[in-house]
């Protein structure tokens, strides 16, 4: 997967026109700050409760429901995209605006794959959880 975006970000950066969309300034720089400790909260967070997550779905052998994902199913996918838009948002160019969303479409592309194979090694288990848990973005409960 990880190949699919650098390669796919290479060819984008080097074909995409530079070009500044806006000017991000202090601003840009706490959102990239705290899109990275986001991302390593979640990459925490994720890590503590399943040792296996980052691994391939073979490896995998217990449906993990709790921690980070009792909140999305996909928290370190999740956590990606925000740290792409995050380093848009600190140097919003046209190339890194264009690398962030294919890394983005790959993302969301793979969490698909992986849910059918979820799906296929934990059946009922992973239908129940996809029911109660959203993909990407938490819902918030009144």
């Given at each position: ?22 000017y ?18 979640v ?100």
């Open positions: 997967m990880w190949a699919i975006i650098i390669i796919g970000g290479i060819i984008l950066w080097e074909s995409v026109a530079r070009g500044t969309l806006f991000s300034g202090m601003a840009g720089i706490i959102i990239l700050l705290l899109g990275i400790f986001n991302w390593l909260y990459m925490y967070k994720a890590g503590g409760v399943h040792k296996k997550a980052p691994k391939s779905v073979n490896n995998i052998d217990k449906l993990i429901t709790e921690g980070a994902y009792g909140v999305i199913r996909h928290p370190i996918y999740a956590a990606d995209i925000v740290l792409f838009l995050c380093i848009f948002l600190f140097y919003p160019d046209y190339r890194i605006l264009a690398v962030a969303v294919w890394a983005a479409i790959v993302l969301v592309f793979w969490a698909g794959l992986e849910e059918r194979m979820l799906e296929e090694k934990f059946l009922d288990d992973y239908r129940a959880y996809k029911q109660r848990v959203p993909k990407f973005i938490p819902r918030f409960k009144k």
